[in-house]
């Protein structure tokens, strides 16, 4: 075994280096990989590490797939792509809005959240890595207006109508021309008689 130890090491020194190489060249380096989809688990802080990427609060399987893209998304940091990107990873249903799709202002943009009944696990942590997750890999030049959580629901609508079809009648009393009216009638009358007396006056 090659050692590359000086020579004036002691003894012992020497012989713990020739048994930790025993133990290495005993290992089987054919089975490490660094591979962010095969790598054991308990190597990807070391390849987020690594690669300048934060897996804080992702799972497993997010953190592979942020490792995975690490590259590219560094690549194209700073830009819509980029931050979309990242997003997507720690939530599929999650990315942004630039300033000039809602009239915002100049070098603004939202992060927005697509949310319906068959979607759940969001959280206000979710909602907090996402905000995160948009700064860190934003250019400089541009701020974060608002978090838009759009919500949508789903249900059935019943619509019902009813016809009713029916005749008018209208019945008045009776009214006929052959109408007797039966009962006394009673007339009053009066007479008045005047007299007239013309005196003339005698002759003188």
Request: aromatic share 8%.
């Amino acid at each position: 075994m090659v050692t590359l130890l000086p020579a004036h090491k002691t003894a012992v020194q020497k012989a713990l280096d020739i048994l930790s190489g025993e133990r290495f060249e005993a290992l089987n380096l054919s089975v490490i990989s660094i591979l962010p989809k095969t790598c054991p688990k308990e190597i990807l802080p070391h390849l987020a590490e690594s690669f300048d990427v934060d897996i804080l609060g992702l799972n497993e399987q997010q953190t592979r797939e942020l490792l995975q893209d690490a590259f590219q998304i560094h690549y194209y940091a700073g830009t819509p792509y980029s931050i979309k990107r990242a997003l997507a990873i720690v939530f599929k249903h999650a990315g942004i809005q630039e300033w000039q799709e809602y009239e915002g202002d100049p070098y603004y943009f939202r992060v927005t959240v697509e949310s319906n009944p068959d979607i759940t696990g969001i959280t206000q942590q979710l909602l907090d890595r996402l905000v995160q997750t948009a700064k860190r890999y934003k250019n400089a030049r541009s701020l974060i207006d608002c978090l838009r959580l759009n919500l949508e629901h789903k249900g059935n609508i019943y619509v019902g109508g009813v016809s009713l079809n029916g005749t008018k009648t209208t019945i008045y009393p009776q009214n006929s021309a052959d109408i007797v009216l039966q009962g006394n009638m009673y007339i009053a009358l009066a007479q008045q008689s005047a007299h007239s007396i013309t005196i003339k006056a005698g002759d003188k």
